[in-house]
T-cell receptor, first 111, second 115 residues
Framework: QKEVEQNSGPLSVPEGAIASLNCTYS??????FFWYRQYSGKSPELIMSIYSNGDKEDGRFTAQLNKASQYVSLLIRDSQPSDSATYLCAVNSGGYQKVTFGTGTKLQVIP | DGGITQSPKYLFRKEGQNVTLSCEQNLNHDAMYWYRQDPGQGLRLIYYSQIVNDFQKGDIAEGYSVSREKKESFPLTVTSAQKNPTAFYLC??????????????FGPGTRLTVL
């Protein structure tokens, strides 16, 4: 059973729409949650981290965490073609080793 | 500029050859990591190090070796025992375990191809 699950996509949205990316995790003691963006052939870059239940907003990005339901999501408002990338969800269950990455959701923003 | 550097960007290996991938960081981070990424797959942990002169195996350590002689450097050797080494290799570092210091930051990666 995968520890961090994401729909591989592709998720296609028109330019200007809201893109919603979801991630579920299995370890209930998970403490830290991260969203990374990875362009093709490049390394992951951090978009946001979230630690507490609720929403966290940063510009066009909003991360949502629900520990009771064990899911974390990322909303991208006013999606742009430059947002087209693979989005990785990462979960830290504590300690230096236990960061688990999902396989990523590919987002395509159609002009 | 603070960051993580990896070299080379592209590396070609012949069968039976050992190769070493470089990773250097000037972020003063204690922890460093090596991941492997294959097409359509997530990141898989090869080795990690919390402090100098100490490192631990990750999920797929067989066929790989590392050293941590300096805080800034964490080189990865892909040995001939690694039967399928063609992949994208990512080095990362992290400052600590507390909130807002437990984020992993990645280097630009090395793409290794076996000829």
């Amino acid at each position: 059973q995968k520890e961090v699950e994401q729909n591989s996509g592709p998720l296609s949205v028109p330019e200007g729409a809201i893109a919603s990316l979801n991630c579920t995790y299995s370890d209930r003691v998970s403490q830290s949650f991260f969203w990374y963006r990875q362009y093709s052939g490049k390394s992951p870059e951090l978009i946001m981290s979230i630690y507490s239940n609720g929403d966290k907003e940063d510009g066009r990005f909003t991360a949502q965490l629900n520990k009771a339901s064990q899911y974390v999501s990322l909303l991208i408002r006013d999606s742009q073609p430059s947002d087209s990338a693979t989005y990785l969800c990462a979960v830290n269950s504590g300690g230096y080793q236990k960061v688990t990455f999902g396989t990523g959701t590919k987002l395509q923003v159609i002009p | 500029d603070g960051g993580i550097t990896q070299s080379p960007k592209y590396l070609f290996r012949k069968e039976g050859q050992n190769v070493t991938l470089s990773c250097e960081q000037n972020l003063n981070h204690d922890a460093m990591y090596w991941y492997r990424q294959d097409p359509g797959q997530g990141l898989r942990l090869i080795y990690y190090s919390q402090i100098v002169n100490d490192f631990q195996k990750g999920d797929i350590a067989e066929g790989y070796s590392v050293s941590r002689e300096k805080k800034e450097s964490f080189p990865l050797t892909v040995t001939s025992a690694q039967k399928n080494p063609t992949a994208f290799y990512l080095c990362a570092s992290k400052g600590g375990q507390a909130r807002n210091t437990d984020t992993q930051y990645f280097g630009p990666g090395t793409r290794l191809t076996v000829l």
